[in-house]
């Protein structure tokens, strides 16, 4: 999600469980070829990671002026609503 790239069809998970992780991997396996990424996903994924750290850092303050814009706005309106900025999302439901 961080770098905006699931369309591409590379997910990946982190299963600490050693059983469970074997057992998700053999039905994965079983499937309809759900368990080979396409390589544009493992290019994505890979390029992400190595180079998109400037480009998340950018992304990271561009929403946080986003959310800070929201709150003046917000609470210049209706300043007893006292909207505060998220602190584990970038949405401003």
């Known amino acids: 999600k961080s770098f905006n790239i699931p369309a591409l069809t590379g997910a990946y ?3 600490e469980d050693e059983q469970s992780r074997n057992d998700y991997l ?3 396996k079983g499937r309809d070829g759900l368990s080979s990424p396409a390589v544009l996903a493992l290019s994505a994924h890979i390029a992400a990671y190595q180079q998109g750290a400037s480009w998340l850092d950018a ?3 561009y929403l946080a002026s986003n959310l800070h814009f929201v709150a ?3 609470n210049s309106a209706f300043p007893e609503l ?6 584990s999302t970038y949405l401003a439901w």
Do not use: K
């Open 13 to 15: 998970g982190i299963i």
């Open 26 to 28: 053999s039905a994965l």
């Open 59 to 61: 992304l990271r303050d």
């Open 72 to 74: 003046r706005e917000l």
């Open 82 to 87: 006292n909207w505060q900025v998220p602190q």
